[in-house]
Nanobody
Framework: QVQLVESGGGLVQPGGSLRLSCAAS????????MGWYRQAPGKQRELVAV???????NYADSVSGRFTITRDSARKTVYLQMNSLKPEDTAVYYC?????????????WGQGTQVTVSS
């Protein structure tokens, strides 16, 4: 079964940095777009960043200039480098990917990783 396994969350002070990782496991034939979403308490889940199979990235205005999304096709992994973190970045971060496996194309979600920005 295909899984997206996230890591890298934690507690950081404002202005700090974290790097999130999300690796696809299982039988993965190919991957199209990969992205990061976040959901803060009481708020709707929102797109943070997305990267296409061709490497083109787009960001939410709130994180542009601070976050960088990258992907490593060989490792089937997407990363989110988060710099200059703010308290409003506190949320559960989820990765997402469209993956072709044995049964064809499907969207998958990571389990979520907590990012807390607080002094």
């Amino acid at each position: 079964q295909v899984q997206l396994v996230e890591s890298g969350g934690g507690l950081v002070q404002p202005g700090g940095s974290l790097r999130l990782s999300c690796a696809a496991s299982g039988i993965v034939f190919s991957i199209r777009d990969m992205g990061w979403y976040r959901q803060a308490p009481g708020k709707q889940r929102e797109l943070v960043a997305v990267i296409t199979s061709g490497g083109s990235a787009n960001y939410a205005d709130s994180v542009s200039g601070r976050f960088t999304i990258t992907r490593d096709s060989a490792r089937k992994t997407v990363y989110l480098q988060m710099n200059s973190l703010k308290p409003e970045d506190t949320a559960v971060y989820y990765c997402n990917a469209e993956i072709r496996s044995i049964a064809g194309w499907s969207k998958y979600w990571g389990q979520g990783t907590q990012v807390t920005v607080s002094s």
